[in-house]
C-alpha cells in the first residue's frame, strides 16, 4: 500500500471538546424494562481513530459492551412477547395519542443526551463533528414529523364509512413483536426510521445497534426504560448468535434491517415461518450518473463529487459509478480532480473536514483490491495521491477508463473509490441499469428537455428515483425512500413507513337501530381506543 504522511492526532493535540474523559464500559442490556447487568462475554469498542503518544499509533479503545449470546436472545424474545400478548398488550391497544405522548416524552429525554450521542458517534465510526450533529437533528425532525403524520392519519380514520347498509370503522392496527436493525453509517437516523413508526404504531420491538455505531444507544438506555412499558422497547447487544435465535423462535412478525442483501436473505430463512415475516429492508445500491454531452460541467462535477465522496462515500445513496460522455471526460476528470483537493482530508472534529478514518475493520485492503483489480484490466488510478493510505484514511480514488471486466464496475464498493465509464451511446448506461442487480437511484445531468426525458420514462421502470441535475440523495424524508431488485423492500417515509408497520383493520356491524346504538354507546363512553371518534389535535 501507498502511504501518506499521518494525518493522526497525538492524544494531546486533540481539542479538549472532543475528548472522552474515559472509556463507556457498558454492561447493561435493557429488558423487560429491566437494565441488566451482563456477565459473559464483553466485545471491546475500538474507534476509527487511531491515535499516537510520542508517535506511537494505536487504535483508541473508547469502550466495550456486552457480547450476548442465543439465552439472551431467548429472553428478549420472552419480553416482546409479553409486551405483545397476542396482541392484547398494554402498548397495542392503547390510544394512539397516548403512544404518542410517549415517544414524545422519550424526544424530550433523548434531547437531553445529543452532546454525548454526538461524540460518540464521531469517536466510532468516524462521522465528522457537523455531520453528526445533522444526523442527531435530523432524527428528532424525523421523529416529530412521523408524529404529525400519525395525527393526520388517525384524524382521517376517527369516523364511520357506510357502505350499503354496513356501518364500518377501518384503522390501523400493529403487526407484532419487531426486530429493528440499522447500519453502521447512519446508526441513530436509520435505526430511528424504522424503530419510531413501528412504536407508534404499537408494535413492541427488540433493536440490535449496528456492529459499529453502537455505544451511542447506551445514554439511551434509561430513557427507553423510563418513558415506555416494560417490554415495549428491548435493547441487545450481539452479533448472530444473539440474532439467529431471536428469528428462529418464529415470534418475530416484523424484520426491519438495513445492510447486505445477503444477510437479509439469511435472517429471512432463520424465521420458521418466512411468508408471515413482513420485512422492510434497505439493502445496497449501485447508483449511477449519467453524465450527458449537453451538462452543464460544473454543475455535473460539483454534484458527483459530492455525491461520489460525502463521508468517504459510505451511503447508499452514493453515486457509485459515473458514466461520463466519451467528449466531455477529459475535461470532467480533470475538474473532478479539482474538487477532490479541495475536499479536506483529516479527524472527524477538522473544520469542513469530509473524508475521515473509515470503522470498518478490512475495508482498506479490499477498497485496495479493488484498485489492483481495475488496474489489472486496464483502468488507471487517474487523480494525485489516489488510493494513497493513512491508517484507517483512504485517499479517494478516481479510476478510469471503468469497464465490465472489472469487479468495481458491478461491485458496492462503499468507500471513496469513484469509477468512471466513458460512453458514446446512451445504450451502455442504460444496458448497465437495466442488467445491475441493484435498482435505487439514478442521477441525470443534462439540459436538454428531450433528452432528459428520453431517459425518464425508462429508467423509473429500473430505480425508484431518478435525480435530474442533482445528485442521489434520501430527504426529504417525507419522499418515498425505496428501490427495486436487491436494493429494498418496503417504503420509508414519514407516512409510508407508518403503513409498513401496521395493517389496515376494520369493525364492521350491518346498520340496524340496535347496531346504531350500541355503536353509539361505544365511541360516546370512550370504551374501545380502535372503534373512536376522538380527534388527536
Known amino acids: 500500500m501507498k502511504a501518506l504522511g499521518t494525518l ?4 494531546s493535540s486533540i481539542p479538549e471538546q472532543f475528548r472522552l474523559d474515559a472509556p463507556l464500559d457498558e454492561t447493561r442490556y435493557l429488558v423487560d ?9 464483553m466485545q471491546i469498542v475500538d474507534s476509527a481513530i487511531e491515535t499516537g503518544v510520542d508517535g506511537v499509533y494505536a487504535p483508541k479503545r473508547i469502550g466495550s459492551c456486552p457480547l450476548m449470546d442465543g439465552a439472551a436472545g431467548a429472553e428478549a424474545v420472552a419480553s416482546v412477547q409479553k409486551a405483545w400478548d397476542h396482541g392484547m398488550g398494554v402498548w397495542p391497544t392503547m390510544s394512539v395519542a397516548d403512544r404518542i405522548a410517549h415517544v414524545e416524552e422519550f424526544t424530550h429525554r433523548m434531547i437531553e443526551r445529543r452532546e454525548e450521542i454526538v461524540r460518540l458517534m464521531l469517536w466510532e465510526i468516524g462521522k465528522p463533528y457537523k455531520e453528526s450533529c445533522v444526523e442527531f437533528d435530523r432524527t428528532v425532525e424525523y421523529i416529530r414529523d412521523t408524529i404529525d403524520a400519525l395525527k393526520g392519519l388517525d384524524r382521517a380514520s376517527s369516523r364511520f364509512v357506510i357502505q350499503s347498509g354496513i356501518y364500518a370503522q377501518i384503522r390501523r392496527a400493529p403487526l407484532g413483536p419487531t426486530l429493528c436493525m440499522g447500519p ?3 446508526p441513530l437516523n436509520e435505526t430511528f426510521a424504522t424503530l419510531i413508526p413501528a412504536l407508534l404504531m404499537g408494535n413492541p420491538v427488540i433493536i440490535k445497534p449496528p456492529r459499529h455505531g453502537k ?4 445514554p439511551l438506555m434509561e430513557p427507553f426504560r423510563d418513558c415506555f412499558p416494560e417490554g415495549v422497547v428491548n435493547l441487545v447487544f450481539g452479533n448472530r448468535q444473539l440474532i439467529k435465535p431471536i428469528l428462529e423462535s418464529g415470534a418475530i412478525s416484523v424484520l426491519a434491517f438495513i445492510g447486505s442483501s445477503e444477510a437479509a436473505n439469511a435472517m429471512r430463512l432463520s424465521h420458521p415461518s418466512p411468508n408471515r415475516l413482513r420485512c422492510i429492508l434497505g439493502l445496497g445500491a449501485k447508483n449511477a ?12 462535477v460539483s454534484e458527483a463529487v459530492s455525491g461520489s465522496l460525502f463521508f468517504s462515500g459510505q451511503r447508499c445513496t452514493a453515486l457509485k459509478i459515473l458514466f461520463v460522455h466519451e467528449s466531455l471526460a477529459e475535461e470532467f476528470i480533470r475538474r473532478f480532480n479539482e474538487g477532490i483537493k479541495s475536499m479536506p482530508i483529516g479527524m472527524p472534529w477538522d473544520e469542513g473536514v469530509r473524508i475521515t478514518p473509515m470503522p470498518e475493520p478490512g475495508k482498506i485492503r479490499y477498497l485496495t483490491e479493488l484498485l489492483e483489480d481495475a488496474e489489472a484490466h486496464g483502468a488507471k488510478v487517474v487523480n494525485p495521491g489516489g488510493g494513497a493510505v493513512d491508517r484507517s484514511l483512504f485517499h479517494p480514488a478516481v479510476l478510469y477508463p471503468v469497464n465490465g471486466a472489472m469487479r468495481v464496475y458491478h461491485e458496492e464498493q462503499f468507500g471513496p473509490v469513484v469509477p468512471i465509464v466513458p460512453f458514446r451511446d446512451i445504450e451502455t448506461p442504460i444496458r448497465y441499469l437495466i442488467e445491475s442487480r441493484y435498482g435505487q437511484q439514478m442521477s441525470i445531468f443534462s ?12 429508467m423509473v421502470n429500473q430505480v425508484c428515483r431518478v435525480n435530474v441535475n442533482c445528485l442521489c440523495q434520501r430527504g426529504p424524508d417525507s419522499f418515498p425512500f425505496t428501490g427495486r431488485k436487491d436494493s429494498a423492500e418496503g417504503t420509508l417515509s414519514v407516512d409510508d413507513a407508518l403503513r409498513c408497520f401496521s395493517i389496515r383493520t376494520l369493525v364492521a356491524a350491518k346498520g340496524t337501530p340496535r347496531n346504531k346504538t350500541l355503536l353509539a354507546e361505544i365511541t360516546r363512553d ?5 372503534l ?3 380527534f388527536i389535535m
Do not use: C, Q
Not at 493522526?8 to 492524544?11: A, L, S, V
Open 184 to 186: 453502521y453509517n447512519y
Open 33 to 41: 424494562g429491566r437494565l441488566l447487568d451482563w456477565k459473559g462475554e
Open 8 to 11: 493522526f492526532p497525538e492524544d
Open 532 to 534: 373512536s371518534t376522538d
Open 215 to 218: 455505544l451511542l444507544f447506551v
Open 526 to 530: 370512550h370504551a374501545s381506543n380502535f
Open 447 to 458: 439540459d436538454d428537455a428531450g433528452e432528459v426525458a428520453s431517459l425518464i420514462d425508462p
Open 289 to 300: 450518473a449519467v453524465i450527458m454531452e449537453s451538462a452543464d460541467l460544473d454543475l455535473a
